[in-house]
């Protein structure tokens, strides 16, 4: 079982940036990516961003293309997600998932606020 702690969020001004963090317990052998998802009030959740752990290949969704990077420390089991030139659009719940296939997210963090004012 992998379990998965967010931090980082908070509020900011529009065109600020915030670092979201995603720590993986023990047991992350078995992840095959690590994503970024959000949820604003009354929407979906929806794709962010997603990091492959052994090839380090990443992607986006178009909306934070050039302004958000997810990384990973490989050492420490830690995923981020700097976001710069934030957005009030970007307020939302973010929540960090791992799967182990190219199928379902299967793990989830329990979500951090983040909040841009204009």
């Known amino acids: 079982q992998v379990q998965l702690v967010e931090s980082g969020g908070g509020l900011v001004q529009a065109g600020g940036s915030l670092r979201l963090s995603c720590a993986a317990s023990e047991n992350t052998f078995s992840i095959y990516q690590t994503g970024w998802f959000r949820q604003a009030p009354g929407k979906e959740r929806v794709f962010v961003a997603h990091i492959n752990w052994s090839t380090g290949s990443t992607d986006y969704v178009d909306s934070v293309k050039g302004r958000f990077t997810i990384s990973r420390d490989n050492a420490g089991n830690t995923v981020y997600l700097q976001m710069n030139s934030l957005k009030p659009e970007d307020t939302a719940v973010y929540y960090c998932?791992?799967?182990?296939?190219?199928?379902?997210?299967?793990?989830w963090g329990q979500g951090t606020q983040v909040a841009v004012s204009s």
């Open positions: 998932a791992a799967r182990e296939s190219t199928s379902a997210w299967k793990y």
